[in-house]
Structure formats: structure tokens, C-alpha cells
């Protein structure tokens, strides 16, 4: 028998000898049974009796070498099982879902960028260097546990073994019996996961096969977008903006009246809308999968197939208005840094963090107010005369973490280089204050929601001739640490526009007459409005062959 393993005794070990034997037990217990939620770490999660607790204590029970091969097994497992709730932890408070091995562990080098850009080089480092050292001690932590009890185990080999196989036999009477304290959650959650991973990579294959499958790859410019002939579209994304601001009391008592304002202004002011429910491929951040997903009308939920989609010939929405003649922009405030997918998505002229004419100081981690980019907006492309209709896309992102300082809105003719806006980004509470207490976080990011709103609804009635046509979309839910846990990933999503044709051409989509969305308002995958778009203001679908020579 190896040496680290004492032969069984004769006699019952002094009660000292077994005390961390049985701290060893406990925690392999609460191991076990640990939630992958933190709204559900307590008490009553750990009154379970876990299958795996039993078949692990028999597997320890084996002699000699197969015993130390046992507990390394059950060790490695273990540490998996463990660092999967670790990830799902925050997956789940970030994201609201659980740790993808396959599509999240590309994030870790996307998060470790940005911590590069936040704390440096060496901050980087140091987090990267505990990340390891959280990894390495989850592993050790396995090891030494499961050393512990097995060491207990064999020491008292006459006692386990009928212990285990009683309880073994009780643990499956109960079940049988449908009693519901009994279970084999550690095991359930390492299939889901390895189950996830087997489907992800199935999906990846199939997404790679399919993604240049488009209708509407081959049909000709002259027969794309007819409705919106000489028309200024603007698709805005904006930051965070989700169902739950509606349907949380504590957001919507903030949102709903900003809306209901802006409702009236704009009929006062002869603009339309209609409003619906997206469903966002994402929850939390990640918005560049939502902006995929809209633009080339593919379910883009992972940075693996957002990945594969830059590399594809899928004509984005961009390059279909830029086949039809209009020049194609981007306002990215937020993109301080090269952007090599910008070719994909076919923009003519992209304004980001450094060449929008923005002269002020940064909102924190907001480069620049919303308010600011739709004037660049106007200022830059809409007020010249003789120019080609624009489809532009922008990312409003005042309301982006930390939701502070909060800017206001200022007299459209002030805003000149934004400037003007250097007192704002000094006003209101620090991040650090917002940030400890749940109840600030969320009233700040309701009031960021609201200017939003507000800057939005006042650009349209300014500058909303019979050009404008306006689609604003939220991009995603805000994460579960504003709002608590989710229950879907809708966003809203609205049209606006001064031409009565423009509504008209969507009257069956069913939308409601008001920036406020009833919530019977139907629900669409967000890969489905690219395409609806270009039916609607067409005149021709291509699954009817209708959309002229070249059309599939």
C-alpha cells in the first residue's frame, strides 16, 4: 500500500484525528452542492444530499494505486466542475447565462486588452497573474480535499464502506420516491457544460457552411430599397437601452415619463412612430454581436461566430444602401483604437473617438456626450446641399457604465466642439460613489437612459425634415448587476419619421403608435429586421422573386 495511505484500523481513531478529515468532508459537501448563481448561495441551497458525494467516498475507498488514480480523477473533475461555476458566476451576473468554453474563452483576451487600456501594462499583469493563481488554487483546493477524505476513508474502511452503500441505498429510495432533497446537480451542470460544448462547436461548423447563403447577395442596387429613395437613414444603437426599463418599477418611473413626453412633442412637431420588441443576442455588453446580428441578418450571440461572420462575403445592411447609392457612415464614439472590421461592413467614412471634432473632456469612460455626436451628425454630413442621401449608423453610449456624470442637454446652436460640455463632465457624483449602492446604480443609469431619450426626441423635432428617417434600437438588456436577474433579452426598437409613406410602408408590422411599445407588441429575433427592412421599402420580396433581375 503507498505510504500516504494508513491501513485500516483495529480501533476507532481519536476524535482530533478525524477532525480534518471531516472539515475535508464538509467542504467537498458544500463543493458540491455550491450554486452557479449568486442570487441562490443560501441555506436552503445546501440542504441536498448529493449522489456525487457517495459515488466519490466509494471511488476513494479503492486500494493501493487505483485509489491515487481515483482521486485524481475525481480531482480533475472536480476542478472543472468548480471552475465552471466560478465562470458562470460572473457569466451569469455579467451576461445573464452561463460560461460558453467555446464562445467565452476568446473574451479573456478581448478583457484583458481593456484592462490593459484601464490599468496598464503591469495592472494587466497583476490580474492576469491572480486569474492563473485562481485556477491553480481551485485545483490545489481539489486535490487536498479529496486527499483529506480519502485519507479518513481508507483509515476507517470498515466503518465507510457499509456507511456509503446505506446512504447509497437510501439516496436512491428517496428519489425514487420523488423526494426532492435528493439530487445530482454537480453532475447535471458538467454535462450542460460539455454538452455546450460539443453544440457550439456543431454550430460553428454549420454557421461557417451557411453564412454566405444571403437572398439578397445578388440583387441589384436599383432594386433595393425603392421606398426610401433620397431618405437620410439613421440607425441608432443605443447603449443598454432594454425591455426591463419599461417593466422595472424602479427604472420605468424614470423612463416611462420621458417617453410619454417625447410621444407628445413629436406628434406636436408632425413626426410619427411606431414601436416593437427585439430580441438582442446579448445581454449585459458584448454590443458589437448585436450590431452584427442586425446588420447582416444572422444570429450572431458569440465572438466565435462574429469572428467567422468578418470573414465572410455576407452583404451587411451598409453595403446594401451602399449599393443603392447612398453613402454609408459610421459614429463611433466609443472606438478609440484601430477597428479593422470596418471594412467589412462597407462604411464610406467612419467617425470615431479621435476625428469626430469632439474638443471637450470625456464622461468618464464616455468619450463624448450623445448630444455631441447627432450634432457631428448634422453638422458633418445632413446640413450640407448638394450630397448623396447618408445611412448612417451610430452608437449613443452616454448611457454606457458608469452612468456618471450624467450630461444635460444644451441649446443645439451651443454645442459647436463640444467643449461647451467641460463643466458637465466635472458635475454629479464620482463613480465610486454611484457604484456602492445597488439603488444609485440604477437610478443613474435610468437618468442616463433618459437623456438619451430626451436628446434623441430633440434632434428629431429639429432637424427632422421629410429626409429624416430614424430607426433607434436598444442594443442589449443592462447587465443583471443593474437590474437584478432577467427574464428575457428584449430590447425596443422605433421608427420615426415626418413622411407618412415611411409608416405607412410598415402598417403590417404590427408596431404601436407610440415610442411606448404595448407589451402585447410582437417580438422578432433581431436577425430578422434587416431583412424585413428591405422587404418593406423594396416593393418586392425576394422569396417571391419579385425583386427584378438578379434576385434569387
Not at 482521486?71 to 465562470?87: D, E, T
Not at 412633442?265 to 448585436?290: F, K
Not at 469572428?307 to 454609408?328: E, V, Y
Request: charged fraction near 15%; charge should be neutral; include cysteine.
Amino acid at each position: 500500500m503507498p505510504p500516504e495511505l494508513n491501513p485500516p484500523s483495529a480501533s476507532p481513531a481519536p476524535a482530533a484525528t478525524w477532525l480534518p478529515e471531516l472539515a475535508a468532508l464538509l467542504a467537498l459537501f458544500l463543493l458540491l452542492l455550491l450554486p452557479n448563481r449568486l442570487g441562490w448561495i443560501e441555506p436552503t441551497a445546501f440542504g441536498f444530499l448529493p449522489l456525487e458525494l457517495l459515488v466519490v467516498g466509494l471511488a476513494l475507498l479503492a486500494p493501493g494505486r487505483a485509489g491515487i488514480l481515483l482521486r485524481w480523477g475525481c480531482a480533475a473533475l472536480l476542478a472543472v466542475g468548480l471552475l465552471c461555476k466560478v465562470a458562470d458566476l460572473f457569466a451569469y451576473q455579467v451576461f445573464s447565462r452561463p460560461f460558453n468554453p467555446v464562445f467565452d474563452l476568446s473574451l479573456l483576451a478581448d478583457a484583458l486588452r481593456l484592462l490593459n487600456g484601464a490599468l496598464g501594462r503591469w495592472g494587466a499583469l497583476v490580474v492576469a497573474l491572480l486569474m492563473l493563481l485562481l485556477f491553480a488554487g481551485i485545483l490545489l483546493l481539489s486535490v487536498g480535499v479529496l486527499g483529506r477524505v480519502q485519507r479518513g476513508l481508507q483509515r476507517e474502511r470498515r466503518l465507510a464502506l457499509p456507511g456509503l452503500l446505506a446512504l447509497l441505498l437510501l439516496w436512491i429510495l428517496l428519489k425514487a420516491g420523488g423526494f426532492a432533497r435528493v439530487n445530482h446537480y454537480f453532475y447535471d451542470e458538467l454535462v450542460l457544460h460539455a454538452r455546450a460544448t460539443r453544440d457550439s462547436v456543431v454550430d460553428l461548423r454549420q454557421f461557417r457552411a451557411t453564412v454566405d447563403d444571403d437572398r439578397y447577395a445578388a440583387v441589384p442596387g436599383e432594386a433595393l430599397l425603392a421606398g426610401l429613395r433620397g431618405k437620410d437613414v439613421v440607425l441608432v444603437f443605443l447603449e443598454s437601452y432594454g425591455r426591463v426599463a419599461f417593466d422595472d418599477a424602479r427604472l420605468a418611473s424614470v423612463v416611462r415619463p420621458a417617453l410619454e413626453r417625447a410621444d407628445q412633442q413629436l406628434a406636436v412637431n408632425g413626426l410619427a412612430v411606431r414601436s416593437g420588441w427585439l430580441e438582442s443576442p446579448t445581454v449585459g455588453g458584448i454590443s458589437w454581436l448585436a450590431h452584427g446580428t442586425l446588420l447582416s441578418g444572422l444570429w450572431i450571440n458569440s465572438q466565435t461566430r462574429y469572428d467567422s461572420l468578418m470573414l465572410s462575403q455576407r452583404p451587411t445592411l451598409n453595403r446594401l444602401f451602399k449599393r443603392a447609392g447612398w453613402r454609408t457612415l459610421a459614429f463611433m464614439p466609443a472606438i478609440s483604437m484601430v477597428w479593422p472590421e470596418a471594412a467589412y461592413f462597407g462604411y464610406d467614412q467612419v467617425y470615431d473617438a479621435h476625428n469626430s471634432g469632439y474638443a471637450g473632456l470625456p464622461f468618464n469612460w464616455v468619450t463624448m456626450p450623445d448630444q455631441y455626436v447627432l450634432s457631428a451628425l448634422q453638422r458633418f454630413e445632413r446640413e450640407p446641399v448638394q450630397r448623396p442621401p447618408v445611412m448612417a449608423e451610430i452608437a449613443m453610449i452616454s448611457s454606457h457604465a458608469p452612468w456618471t456624470p450624467t450630461p444635460r442637454l444644451l441649446p443645439w446652436s451651443e454645442v459647436g466642439d463640444g467643449s461647451i460640455f467641460n463643466a458637465q463632465t466635472l458635475a454629479g457624483p464620482t463613480p465610486e460613489e454611484v457604484w456602492q449602492s445597488p439603488q444609485r446604480i440604477r437610478t443613474q443609469y435610468a437618468q442616463s437612459i433618459e437623456y438619451a431619450l430626451n436628446a434623441l426626441a430633440s434632434y428629431a423635432i429639429n432637424f427632422g425634415d421629410d429626409r429624416l428617417v430614424l430607426l433607434v434600437v436598444g442594443d442589449h438588456q443592462p447587465a443583471p448587476l443593474v437590474a437584478g436577474d432577467l427574464p428575457n433579452a428584449h430590447v425596443p426598437v422605433h421608427v420615426i419619421a415626418r413622411d407618412p409613406a415611411v409608416i405607412a410602408a410598415i402598417a403590417d408590422w404590427q408596431w404601436t403608435p407610440s415610442l411606448l411599445p404595448a407589451a402585447t407588441a410582437p417580438v422578432w429575433p433581431m436577425s430578422d429586421l434587416r431583412d424585413r427592412l428591405l422587404a418593406a421599402f423594396a416593393g418586392c420580396r425576394p422569396a417571391d422573386g419579385s425583386c427584378g433581375a438578379g434576385s434569387p
